[in-house]
């Protein structure tokens, strides 16, 4: 079975940093796409970084572009986001995803974690 474990989730002032950790078991992923995503309140889920065909680069949205960064440890099956200067738009629940197939479109990603919530104040 699959599982994807999200952790990193806090509260934090305007300005600060956080890094989110997504710990895949029940298979490898890796060069297998992977992302996140995020959801405000009240707001459809968003993409926010990831891998969409294996093996390829990273995407981000343009909202988080020079603030945030993906990477992977494969020896650990596990993907991380390292968010800096965040803002309070930045408030949301953040989701991992990842797919057994070798692309993915919007968000066609097979397997998605619990989420963790990321709230920053202002």
């Known amino acids: 079975q699959v599982q994807l474990v999200e952790s990193g989730g806090g509260l934090v002032q305007a300005g600060g940093s956080l890094r989110l950790s997504c710990a895949a078991s029940g298979r490898t992923f890796s060069s297998y796409p992977m992302g996140w995503f995020r959801q405000a309140p009240g707001k459809e889920r968003e993409f926010v970084a990831g891998?969409?065909?294996?093996?390829?680069?990273?995407s981000y949205a343009d909202s988080v572009k020079g603030r945030f960064t993906m990477s992977r440890d494969n020896a650990k099956n596990t993907v991380y986001l390292q968010m800096n200067s965040l803002k309070p738009e930045d408030t949301a629940v953040y989701y991992c995803a990842a797919s057994r197939r070798t692309w993915v479109v919007g968000t066609q990603y097979d397997y998605w974690g619990q989420g963790t919530q990321v709230t920053v104040s202002s």
């Open positions: 891998v969409k065909l294996k093996g390829g680069s990273t």
